[in-house]
């Protein structure tokens, strides 16, 4: 299983060098941190949703495993997304001196999804083992909504016409929320 973490590490970071730095305005002195963190937080989210697909098919080893790389994945980009928070990297994000609703509400849903995906980490139960796996998921996507979303709709914007990673990673966290939505049962028939 980590050589299937390798390869979807490899291909986020594949399309973040090509979105960003081939067909975007963004240079190569940003990849260390800035491109990196893009595939990272994509990464997070592709190993949630592989979570979601070994949850359906009950195989609790492997979801351990893509809960765990997601996990880690994700704290990762936390910390990179912290070391670069600035008006230069996120404008969006920022007003004059302080920053704006949008950002705001970008970091609020970031922290609470990060403070589940801790949760998780601490709870054995598996019935609010799963109510987090939703909540985190839920708080991923309005995190992603928030940050993403008006780029979204600006399809001549896309750089090379690709999508936004927070739109594809939006699409992954969906299809994660609803399958950890189901009740296992619910897979059977």
Known sequence: MSRKYALILACTTLYAIIRYIVFGHVSTNNLPIYVLNKSLS?????????????????????????????????YVHILLSLAILSKDYYPKFFAIEKMNLTGEI???????????YWLLRQIRSDGAHRFLQIFSCVFITLHLVAMGFSGWLKVSGWYGGLPPISLLSFVLTIISLVLFSKKQEEFSK
Request: aromatic share 14%; net charge positive.
């Open 106 to 116: 970008t970091i609020l849903f970031g922290v609470l999804a990060a403070y589940c």
């Open 42 to 74: 994509m990464t997070a989210v592709f190993c949630l949703m592989m979570a979601g697909i070994c949850y359906a098919k009950k195989e609790i080893n492997k979801v351990k495993f893509w809960g765990s790389t997601s996990l880690q994945s994700a």
